[in-house]
């Protein structure tokens, strides 16, 4: 074999070998790139899905969420498709008062001779709140009026909280508002004067508001009963609802029952 026809023959394995690496480096660059693609593609579609444990514990807690939720007896919006002005409504077991609250934007003696219902003019009146009370529940004191002596409406059966039995066994009473279920443990019941308490004292003051605490859970009238044993502790921020009504016979004097807000609950 001569010089030129080795040259020729080194020169082809030369250019097969050439060929082969490009072969091989195609072949590599493929199934790298599928292997890429692929993954890429799989790490996506396993984002797109949720684990099962994810999913499971979503519906756990909108379960939970559901459990929590107070029932809401109260068909506010019939009510107020009637009468805008009823915002709550209150509810004592065992007594007569089951009742919508209302609350005039103009006049705070509107209630005293007009229904809750359909505002028409009614001797009993209605449940209310006047206007230095929010319609939230969340003033120190939110004061509720209610007339006594109409047979057994409106708030005149408060005055069952006067025998110690029933007062020990009836620690609660309850305000609905729209969402909103609110519990309040009876504190103390108890023969008060005619003073306006919400214009009596200066509640913007925190040591009048701890005063009026201690009062309620120690009033000076000897007709009384106080409940000691309390869910929890009262404190600077507590939420104080004073039912108020008249005692027959005795114009100069009212009936108050005291309830603490204890629970604070959404509805469904």
Same mark, same amino acid.
């Given at each position: ?39 890429? +593609? ?35 919006? &019939? ?35 007009? &229904?809750?219902?359909?505002? &028409? ?101 000897? +007709? ?45």
């Amino acid at each position: 074999m001569n010089e030129n026809e080795l040259n020729e023959q080194n020169e082809k394995k030369g250019n097969n070998k050439s060929a082969k690496l490009i072969l091989i480096f195609i072949v590599v660059f493929v199934i790298v790139f599928c292997g890429i693609y692929f993954g890429i +593609q799989i790490y996506y579609n396993h984002l797109a899905e949720p684990a099962a444990d994810e999913t499971t514990s979503s519906v756990t807690t909108d379960s939970q969420k559901t459990d929590k939720l107070a029932e809401n007896p109260i068909d506010f919006t &019939s009510l107020q498709s009637k009468n805008d002005e009823i915002y709550a409504w209150i509810k004592v077991d065992d007594t007569n008062v089951n009742y919508p609250i209302v609350q005039n934007a103009a006049d705070d003696s509107f209630y005293l001779k007009h &229904s809750a219902e359909d505002k &028409s003019w009614s001797a009993s009146g209605a449940v209310y709140t006047e206007l230095v009370n929010h319609k939230n529940f969340n003033d120190a004191f939110t004061v509720v009026y209610g007339h006594n002596g109409y047979g057994d409406t409106m708030f005149t059966t408060l005055h069952k909280f006067e025998d110690t039995e029933f007062f020990n066994s009836h620690p609660y009473f309850y305000i609905y508002m729209p969402g909103r279920k609110l519990t309040y443990q009876v504190v103390s019941a108890f023969k008060y004067d005619d003073r306006h308490i919400m214009n009596s004292f200066n509640f913007a003051d925190l040591e009048v508001v701890k005063e009026f605490h201690d009062y309620i859970q120690n009033p000076s009238s000897s +007709q009384k009963n106080v409940r000691t044993d309390l869910d929890s502790q009262i404190t600077d921020s507590s939420k104080f609802v004073i039912l108020s009504t008249c005692i027959t016979n005795q114009k100069s004097s009212r009936y108050l029952v005291c309830g603490v807000l204890t629970k604070n609950e959404k509805t469904y």
